[in-house]
Structures are given as C-alpha cells and as structure tokens.
C-alpha cells in the first residue's frame, strides 16, 4: 500500500422507518411469514396504481438537511427498468435526474468533509431466499422505502469509510428516520474502490462490491480488494470495471457482472406519479422538527457540563441516551455524577447496541435527577451514590425509599471521633506503622472507619481526626 493511494466513494441504501411503504399502505415490519406483508400494489398486479406516502419525503428531507444538503423544490420519479426475480413489475421505481437532495457532506472526525452527491427516494425490492437448489422470492421488503444517499469519490481510507457509514448511522438515526440496523438490513452499502499512485489525481478504474451488510464484512473486503488490484497493477495487468461480491466463506471478492451505465437502465418518468413539491412553508416545518445536530450537542455537553469528551461521545451516540442524560442532569452542581451513573451502572445493564438505542431504563431521569441532587446538598456520599443506583435500578422505586434519615443525616462530629478512636484502637499495628513515618497505613483505618459508618461519614473529615489521633 506504501506507493499506493486508495480512492473510495459509497453509495449507503437506508431503510425509511415509516409505519406503511412507500406506494401503499402495507406494513413496513422487518421479518413476518413470507409475503403477509403486501398487496397488489406492492406486488405490481397490471392496473393497479402507486400513490406516493407523504412521510417519505418528509423522511428524506430530514435526512438531507442533517447532512447539509441543498433540498430541490422539484423532484420526480422514474422508472429504472431491469428484470430480476426481486422485481415483480421489472422496473423500480427510484428518481434519476431530480433527486431530491443533493450537495451535502458528512464531516469526519479528522476535520475531512466526505461531499454527498445526492439522496434520492426509492423502493427496496424483495428478497430472495435460495435453499436447497431453489430460489424462493419473498415480497414483505418489497416497496419499503430507501433513501440512497451518494457520497462522491472522497474516502482515502478504510478507517474514512467505516467512521463516515458510523456517522451516516448515527444522524439516521438522532433524526429518528432509520433504525439504521445492518442485521436487518436497513443499513447497507454498496463500496466502489479504485487505486491510483500516491500523489496522481486521476482516478483509477473502479469496481463496486455490492451489498456490505456488516462493518467488518466491509473492512474485509476493502482490504481483499485494494489488495487485489494492487497486484493486478503492479504486475502490468488492467482493472475490468465490474460488480463483485464478497465472499464471507473465503473471505474473497468475486466477479458477478460488468458494471451496468444510466443507459442500461432505460429510466423514464413514472407516468403514474404526480411530480413532488417541497414548498418553503413545508421545508421551514420540517426544519423546526429537527433535533439540535449531534456534533453541537457533544460540544454543548463538553463546555456546558464540563464532561470530558469521552463521557460525551457515549451520551450522545443515541438521542433517547442524550435526552435522558439531559433531563437527569437538569439543575445539578454535579453533571458527570449524572453521566457516571449512565455510563456506569446502567450500560452496565443494557448489553448490546439494540439495548442502548431502546434505552428502557427502570430509574426515570427524575429520579435521577433528584439522587443527584442530595449529592449536591452534602446529604449523600459519593461512595452511597451507586449502591443506592443500583437498588433503585433493580426495583424502579426513588432513591427515598433506600436511604434512611440516619443514612442522608451524615455522622454527628463527636460520633465520628468516638468511631476513630475504636478504629485506632483495634488496629495497633497501622498506628505504630504511621507513627514511623508510614503515612500510608492511615487509608487502613480510614477503611474501617468507613466501613463502620457504611460509608455515611465524610472522608475529608475522618482523615483529619485520624491523622490527630494516629499521631498521637
Ligand atoms: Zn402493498
């Protein structure tokens, strides 16, 4: 890779997740038995006529103003005509040369703006299903509705390719128009990758790896391909400009076809659908249905919180973590005790990414909000926080209902000298260690004093009275 450079551009089909498809009013559920989700629309019986589902558009236009897109107050769509089995009309019904969205960018986290071509709206088709030598065709995705967003030729490597599609991810689904979720498919992408010279600014001849329905499916296979036509180059040969598939098994990229033009595909206006309009009075509501952006919110919670950006990065990979983390923190001295308690105690409940993005959580942000706060009052010892957390998280019950007045009153001063003094007295050994210049066996009897206290007694405190008594 040393004298090479690589130059990558994606093309990110995402899952709209609208309650009906795009044409009629099927379902848009992920899985169900085989063809129970469709209608003779969606199955493209002749006579029958697509109506075009409002939120479809609106969908993608949130999706074009969170990646800085120009929205087209015009857009159409158009018939793309191919045969496949996945197809039952033989064309799918997509927008070619008014796309809906166009001119954005996605900014990584090295300060590169990876360019958007456009997002244009489009049907999924079905599913082919092969089994035993047969093929068998189910028609339940068939007519959900995608956006495919087209990043231009700008990826430079394939770290930049798994952080932009993560990216990609993320504001899908902050903005909530995707589950986003590779294993189900509503994520994936199509990867074109060429090679050139390190330093050249001609483009190389490209191949396309069709389908990448996993991150690490998708670094495999850019590192078999890159690989690939390095060798081919270096050995004198040419790229044929082709579609390949990758392999899981082998771990390999294959040939599948030559790579089809625009020409191919035959596209013409969709006679059946009326031209789209986004008028400034819609384009200014949806604006305003807009969450705060993602990056700025991260900035807000690193100045505004004082939380490291670590902790902030975690809090906002999910809106409904971020909402929950702001409603919780609301008034308190103590905002990282508050994301603490997130990133701690309850991830430490929620075991996968699905989980985080639920985010079901028994505690409410109030009660939360309101055990913080007894921190902040001096009621409530740091070292009480999380195990009162935790029993609060495995009933659902507020903080009041584990914490005794004896437990938020503290220990009385002359209380606590009698318990350091106890503390002194059952370990003689510590004392005679500290005395002799030992400083560190004072955090021994620091210990037991807390432990006597279950943690109610201010360690500020205990250490100044034990240093006295210890030294004697
Ligand atoms: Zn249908």
């Known amino acids: 890779m040393k004298d090479w450079e690589l130059v990558c551009g994606l093309e990110t089909h995402?899952?709209?997740?609208?309650k009906?498809?795009?044409?009629?009013?099927?379902?848009t559920e992920f899985g169900g038995e085989p063809n129970t989700h469709c209608c003779p629309v969606c199955i493209g019986l002749p006579g029958t006529l697509p109506k075009l589902n409002r939120a479809v558009v609106e969908y993608a236009v949130m999706a074009g103003l969170a990646t800085h897109c120009e929205i087209n107050p015009n857009a159409k769509m158009d018939r793309k005509n191919y045969v496949y089995p996945d197809l039952p009309k033989a064309y799918q019904i997509s927008e070619y040369d008014q796309p809906l969205c166009q001119k954005g960018y996605v900014e990584l986290s090295n300060g590169r703006k990876i360019r958007l071509t456009r997002?244009?709206?489009?049907?999924?088709?079905?599913?082919?299903v092969h089994e035993r030598g047969n093929t068998l065709v189910d028609y339940n995705r068939g007519g959900v509705p995608l956006i495919e967003i087209v990043s231009e030729p700008d990826i430079r490597s394939i770290d930049e390719a798994v952080e932009y599609l993560e990216k990609l991810q993320m504001i899908m689904r902050y903005i909530g128009v995707s589950d986003c979720k590779m294993q189900e498919g509503s994520l994936r992408c199509d990867v074109n990758i060429s090679v050139r010279p390190k330093g050249s600014d001609k483009l190389g001849t490209r191949t396309e790896i069709k389908n990448m329905n996993s991150f690490s499916h998708m670094t495999k296979a850019m590192e078999y391909e890159t690989e690939r036509q390095i060798d081919l180059l270096e050995s004198g040969e040419e790229i044929v400009q082709e579609t390949r598939r990758y392999d899981?098994?082998?771990g390999c990229t294959e040939g599948m076809r030559g790579k089809e033009d625009a020409n191919d595909y035959r596209y013409f206006r969709d006679p059946d659908l009326v031209a789209i309009r986004v008028s400034p009075e819609k384009l200014a509501e949806l604006k305003a249905r807009m969450p705060e952006d993602p990056q700025a919110r991260f900035s807000r919670f690193v100045k505004d919180f004082g939380l490291p950006e670590a902790d902030a990065r975690l809090l906002i990979e999910h809106r409904r973590i971020a909402d929950y983390f702001e409603a919780a923190a609301k008034g308190t001295k103590n905002p990282r005790a508050v994301a603490n308690c997130i990133t701690g105690s309850i991830f430490a409940r929620l075991a996968t990414d699905a989980e985080k993005e639920e985010f079901r959580v028994t505690v409410s942000p109030e009660n939360l909000n309101a055990l913080v706060k007894l921190l902040d009052e001096g009621k409530l010892r740091m070292n009480l926080l999380k195990s009162t957390l935790e029993k609060m998280l495995d009933t659902g019950k507020p903080a009041s209902e584990f914490l005794s007045e004896k437990d938020l009153a503290g220990v009385g001063a002359d209380d606590l000298r009698k318990i350091c003094e106890q503390a002194a007295a059952d370990n003689p050994n510590a004392v005679k260690d500290y005395r002799a210049g030992k400083e560190k066996a004072l955090k021994a009897v620091l210990g037991a004093v807390m432990k006597a206290t279950r943690g109610r007694a201010n360690p500020q405190e205990a250490e100044a009275i034990l240093s006295e008594i210890m030294a004697g």
């Open 14 to 18: 995402v899952e709209l997740s609208t």
């Open 20 to 27: 009906t498809k795009i044409f009629c009013s099927c379902t």
């Open 119 to 128: 997002i244009h709206i489009e049907e999924d088709a079905g599913k082919l």
């Open 248 to 250: 899981e098994g082998t």
